[in-house]
T-cell receptor, first 121, second 114 residues
Framework: EAQVTQNPRYLITVTGKKLTVTCSQNMNHEYMSWYRQDPGLGLRQIYYSMNVEVTDKGDVPEGYKVSRKEKRNFPLILESPSPNQTSLYFC????????????????????FGPGTRLTVL | AQKVTQAQTEISVVEKEDVTLDCVYETRDTTYYLFWYKQPPSGELVFLIRRNSFDEQNEISGRYSWNFQKSTSSFNFTITASQVVDSAVYFCALSEEGRRALTFGSGTRLQVQP
């Protein structure tokens, strides 16, 4: 079954204790991304990766790190979590190589993982 | 900069009523893509539809229909004969070609009462 998986699904931690949320996809997608969802704000992009070893900042990257050593995995790392990082996190993936209507890369549909609810005390 | 506005924070209807969820977007690009996602109470995000900026044809899929109007920068979503299972938060999102990030609206919570 084609899917994006995230682990853990729920996590309660304390300020300053490093943590990693894993994300894996089995669809051979080049593009992967992390979003956070907060009430009233919708989803906002944290980081994204166009392919292996290629990552870039999204709209809210402060306090987060990512890596893309393999195509299927895109972990999100919080080196020193703080309470304002309490949120619902989603990983997403999509194809990246389709040519778009204007010659650039098409914004292919992003498929989302089940979400990770993180609480930082 | 791209922006998506979903002015309706919450809508409550009774089963079998029709309901329209509004989405207004802003972008300077002429080539862009619009999406709707559903987030049921279980929390996952379910893809519903993707539209590109050159395709203004309305789309119908069962009880769901979408009205894309470039003249008003709107991409509204209508559920006909709503059901309790339609209760969810619905997100409209926009992506400009070449810019990978989806910009989401703040979502509309739909409650369908039996």
């Amino acid at each position: 079954e084609a899917q994006v998986t995230q682990n853990p699904r729920y996590l309660i931690t304390v300020t300053g204790k490093k943590l990693t949320v894993t994300c894996s996809q089995n669809m051979n997608h080049e593009y992967m991304s992390w979003y956070r969802q907060d009430p009233g704000l919708g989803l906002r992009q944290i980081y994204y990766s166009m392919n292996v070893e290629v990552t870039d900042k999204g709209d809210v990257p402060e306090g987060y790190k990512v890596s893309r050593k393999e195509k299927r995995n895109f972990p999100l790392i919080l080196e020193s979590p703080s309470p304002n990082q309490t949120s619902l996190y989603f990983c997403a993936s999509s194809l990246s190589t389709a040519e778009g209507l204007a010659g650039g890369h098409s914004a292919d549909t992003q498929y989302f993982g089940p979400g990770t609810r993180l609480t930082v005390l | 900069a791209q922006k998506v506005t979903q002015a309706q924070t919450e809508i409550s209807v009774v089963e079998k009523e029709d309901v329209t969820l509004d989405c207004v977007y802003e972008t300077r690009d002429t080539t862009y893509y619009l999406f709707w996602y559903k987030q049921p109470p279980s929390g996952e995000l379910v893809f519903l539809i993707r539209r590109n900026s050159f395709d203004e044809q309305n789309e119908i899929s069962g009880r769901y229909s979408w009205n894309f109007q470039k003249s008003t920068s709107s991409f509204n979503f209508t559920i006909t004969a709503s059901q309790v299972v339609d209760s969810a938060v619905y997100f409209c999102a926009l992506s400009e070609e070449g810019r990978r990030a989806l910009t989401f609206g703040s979502g509309t919570r739909l409650q369908v009462q039996p």
